[in-house]
């Protein structure tokens, strides 16, 4: 990501979780991500014309959506999940994409990849990541199942609690 380079971490941990709080608002599922040279593409399917009336509903039809997303929404993606994360916002407490896309994005973080490609079907996830080694740079694939990002998940305050009482957490 273009405004992550040269930083000490890419933060794909927060920018993946600003943009899954993004798609839980939304009501998007089964997502792809692919990052491009200024942002990324969020290609997903969501239910277009369902209305709930005093004297009808309608169903509404299951439609693929694709949006740009480039580094300044990203920048304001992060803003508004801080805020609601704080308190300060009026915004709903973490979905299932805002806890799932953070802990991959953790998990990315670790990886130091230059591109990334990620879909998501119900639930579970695969990633394509091309990172660099010593010998050139390749591909990495990797793939998380719903019982995977529940571990994950779980796991998160154990590892800010180890975080923030280790001397690099200070």
Do not use: N
């Not at 407490?93 to 896309?101: F, I, K, M, T, V």
């Not at 953070?102 to 394509?128: A, H, N, T």
């Amino acid at each position: 990501m273009r405004i992550y380079e040269g930083s000490p971490r890419q933060d794909f941990e927060e920018v993946f979780r600003s943009i899954g709080a993004f798609l839980d608002t939304r009501g998007m599922r089964d997502v792809l991500l692919l990052e491009v040279p200024d942002g990324f593409v969020v290609q997903g399917l969501v239910m277009a014309g369902a209305s709930v009336g005093a004297w009808s509903e309608t169903v509404g039809t299951l439609v693929k959506e694709t949006l740009t997303y480039v580094d300044d929404d990203i920048a304001r993606f992060m803003e508004e999940a801080a805020k609601r994360r704080s308190g300060r916002s009026d915004l709903p407490q973490a979905g299932a994409y805002e806890r799932s896309l953070r802990v991959i994005g953790r998990w990315m973080d670790e990886q130091k990849p230059r591109d990334i490609f990620l879909f998501e079907q119900e639930g579970s996830y695969v990633c394509r990541l091309l990172v660099a080694a010593q010998h050139g740079s390749h591909h990495v694939i990797a793939e998380f199942t719903r019982d995977d990002l529940v571990e994950l998940v779980e796991r998160g305050p154990r590892l800010r609690h180890v975080e923030a009482t280790s001397p690099a957490g200070s």
